[in-house]
């Protein structure tokens, strides 16, 4: 059962027995990391964030240099190649070595052997461009879990495995153990030894 039930108990049962409420702090800890990860999935289950987010614009950063490619090419001519030169490849550009100007017929040189890599400084940064338009957020938010708030630290504690990991590696490594003497009861050797499902990992029993 969900919701905040546990919380509401009071009296006694049929056996007689008294009923404790269960407090806040212990829904928060069974249910909030599973909650939290509800709500990452779009599923209302009662949680909120309220705050303020600030947009700041940031200082653009600048491009000072950059790489080039050096190649030794010819061009294609009929069925026959010109002889070969040095050019320089730069963002699918082909320029020439000696005058950095554009070559002619770029789509007819042809690529024999790679020289090297060469970096090159601009004449003037180029200012870098994102999506975001410089711009960054600032946010201040405070979590409602069922009309309370909870503060930052708590929210931490929700990733926090404590007992959960040492019941589901106990639960796999008995399983693993019972597997082995049932190997050794049955002496065939060349059978394979089974083990836990989760033996190489606890984490889905975690969760």
């Keep these: 059962m969900n919701g905040l039930w546990k919380e ?20 928060l800890r069974d249910k ?6 509800a709500q990452d999935k779009r599923k209302d289950v009662g949680i909120w964030e309220e705050g303020d987010i600030e947009y700041i614009n940031k200082e653009p950063s600048f491009k000072y240099s950059d790489w080039s490619e050096i190649w030794s090419v010819a061009v294609a001519k009929d069925i026959n190649y010109s002889k070969s030169f040095y050019a320089i490849l730069y963002k699918d550009v ?3 070595y000696i005058t950095y100007e554009m070559l002619k017929e770029q789509q007819l040189i042809k690529k024999l052997d790679f020289i090297e890599k060469e970096e090159f400084q601009f004449e003037n940064p180029i200012e870098r461009k994102n999506d975001n338009g410089y711009l960054w957020a ?3 938010s405070t979590m409602f879990i069922y009309g309370k708030p909870i503060s930052n630290w708590k929210r931490l504690t929700f990733y926090n495995d404590g007992k959960r990991r040492k019941i589901a590696q106990k639960i ?18 060349d059978a394979e030894i089974g083990s836990h ?11």
């Design 172 to 189: 796999a490594s008995s399983k693993d153990r019972a597997l082995l003497r049932t190997w050794i009861n049955k002496g065939d050797w």
């Design 138 to 140: 600032s946010a201040k």
């Design 94 to 96: 082909w320029y020439d």
């Design 197 to 207: 499902a989760l033996s190489k990992s606890i984490l889905w029993e975690i969760w």
């Design 8 to 27: 509401k108990l009071g009296g006694w049962n049929a056996k007689g027995c008294r009923r404790k409420s269960q407090s806040r702090k212990n829904t």
């Design 32 to 37: 909030g990391r599973a909650l939290i990860h």
